[in-house]
């Protein structure tokens, strides 16, 4: 089967640096995606990692392990905007993407 | 500018009925996509179109047909629709089906209840 595997809730402090992880078993795999999706809206595209290593977008960066099959998103400077749910998506074979579940992240003040 | 357009935002129709929900990208891309967003938010792909043409079809029950009259449209028509039918309805677009494919621009979705 194919499988992605992501925590369903996470908790953070304005201003300060979360990670969510992500790993995943699936038959084919071109590469990860992060999606970002506020209450109501639309997911919209964050990042990709195809090769292993570190991805830096503004304060969003994604990390990829391919022989681990994990990968995680950093968010770094949270800001209380950042409140959304997250999640991975495995680009499995040419058009097609599998979503994970979600994480939930709520921020504090 | 609307990238990627939905009509109607919301739907609410009884059991039974058919209906039919519209898709339009402005984006130039080759390939579009249909997702299902439960109350879960579990999201999942229903359909792709690359220049017309089917290329993914995720097990949906007959009931839901996807039509792509060219490149720049996918509407997705249900008949007899059904209370598992009641989701958010998300159509997408990627610049083309291979690599690229993992960036993918998402409509506002339709808000599809079923009584």
């Known amino acids: 089967g194919q499988s992605l595997e992501q925590p369903s809730e996470v908790t953070a402090v304005e201003g300060a640096i979360v990670q969510i992880n992500c790993t995943y078993q699936?038959?084919?795999?071109?590469?990860l995606s992060w999606y970002q999706q506020h209450d109501g809206g639309a997911p919209t595209f964050l990042s990709y990692n195809a090769l292993d290593g570190l991805e830096e977008t503004g304060r969003f960066s994604s990390f990829l392990s391919r022989s681990d099959s994990y990968g995680y998103l950093l968010l770094q400077e949270l800001q209380m905007k950042d409140s959304a749910s997250y999640f991975c998506?495995?680009?499995?074979?040419?058009?097609?993407?599998?979503f994970g579940s979600g994480t939930r992240l709520s921020i504090r003040p | 500018d609307t990238a990627v357009s939905q009509t109607p935002k919301y739907l609410v129709t009884q059991m039974g009925n058919d209906k039919s929900i519209k898709c339009e990208q402005n984006?130039?891309?080759?390939?579009m996509y249909w997702y299902k967003q439960d109350s879960k938010k579990f999201l999942k792909i229903m359909f792709s179109y690359n220049n017309k043409e089917l290329i993914i079809n995720e097990t949906v029950p007959n009931r839901f047909s996807p039509k792509s009259p060219d490149k720049a449209h996918l509407n997705l028509h249900i008949n007899s629709l059904e209370l598992g039918d009641s989701a958010v309805y998300f159509c997408?677009?990627?610049?083309?089906?291979?690599?690229?494919?993992?960036?993918?621009?998402f409509g506002p979705g339709t808000r599809l209840t079923v009584t």
């Open positions: 998506a495995v680009a499995s074979s040419a058009s097609k993407i599998i």
């Open positions: 984006l130039g891309h080759d390939t």
């Open positions: 997408a677009s990627s610049q083309d089906g291979g690599p690229s494919s993992y960036e993918q621009y």
């Open positions: 699936t038959s084919g795999f071109y590469g």
